[in-house]
T-cell receptor, first 116, second 109 residues
Framework: GAVVSQHPSWVICKSGTSVKIECRSL??????MFWYRQFPKQSLMLMAT?????????EQGVEKDKFLINHASLTLSTLTVTSAHPEDSSFYIC????????????FGPGTRLTVT | GQNIDQPTEMTATEGAIVQINCTYQ??????LFWYQQHAGEAPTFLSY??LDGLEEKGRFSSFLSRSKGYSYLLLKELQMKDSASYLC??????????WGAGTKLIIKP
């Protein structure tokens, strides 16, 4: 149980284009979803936290107009990287929390984004 | 500020035991997680400690001392597949996970 999927697993796009990454909780309803990015040999950096039906809460330094997050349902959240640049190339990982009483986060497999 | 410290890298021998330490200073404490992350993959849950003491789960054990702001992950009977990064994360007073930079564990035959 508690499986989270991400799509695509990897994507290459040209500078200036937008890319959408989907995160789905497959066998549970996620009250909260999280988006992280991870650069090589570095730890996870939380970008934003989203609850279904409400606006995402972005961490300091993360541009909300560049990284659009939509949490339309209890099983789906999307991250859109708008006007991507090479410095946006990174490993993007989503995670989901199942309920308000247990704080374990279940991680998706990650999406490797390369902007050329 | 909030801070979590772990060694950057450790090396151990197959079949041996290794202890990965984690010290933390956070605004509040609601538990500490250990995750394993293989290169290019997402983290997977290993353990959660909220009370002081040792939690054993197969070859892996995790220890917590809240008064010392200290935890360790103990891996026994090391296997080559244990080569990975081990991430320590603390749930702070806002129930936000604060992540350490991770410890890369290299297992040698």
């Amino acid at each position: 149980g508690a499986v989270v999927s991400q799509h695509p697993s990897w994507v290459i796009c040209k500078s200036g284009t937008s890319v959408k990454i989907e995160c789905r909780s497959l066998d549970f309803q996620a009250t909260t979803m999280f988006w992280y990015r991870q650069f090589p040999k570095q730890s996870l950096m939380l970008m934003a936290t989203s609850n279904e039906g409400s606006k995402a809460t972005y961490e300091q330094g993360v541009e909300k107009d560049k990284f659009l997050i939509n949490h339309a349902s209890l099983t789906l959240s999307t991250l859109t990287v708008t006007s991507a640049h090479p410095e946006d190339s990174s490993f993007y990982i989503c995670s989901a929390r199942q309920d308000v009483d247990w704080y374990e986060q279940y991680f998706g497999p990650g999406t490797r984004l390369t902007v050329t | 500020g909030q801070n979590i410290d772990q060694p950057t890298e450790m090396t151990a021998t197959e079949g041996a035991i290794v202890q990965i330490n984690c010290t933390y200073q956070t605004s509040g404490f609601n538990g500490l997680f250990w995750y394993q992350q293989h290169a290019g993959e997402a983290p997977t849950f290993l353990s959660y400690n909220v009370l002081d003491g040792l939690e054993e789960k197969g070859r892996f054990s995790s220890f917590l001392s809240r008064s010392k702001g200290y935890s360790y992950l103990l891996l026994k009977e090391l296997q080559m597949k244990d080569s990975a990064s081990y991430l320590c994360a603390v749930l702070d007073s806002n129930y936000q996970l604060i992540w350490g930079a991770g410890t890369k564990l290299i297992i040698k035959p």
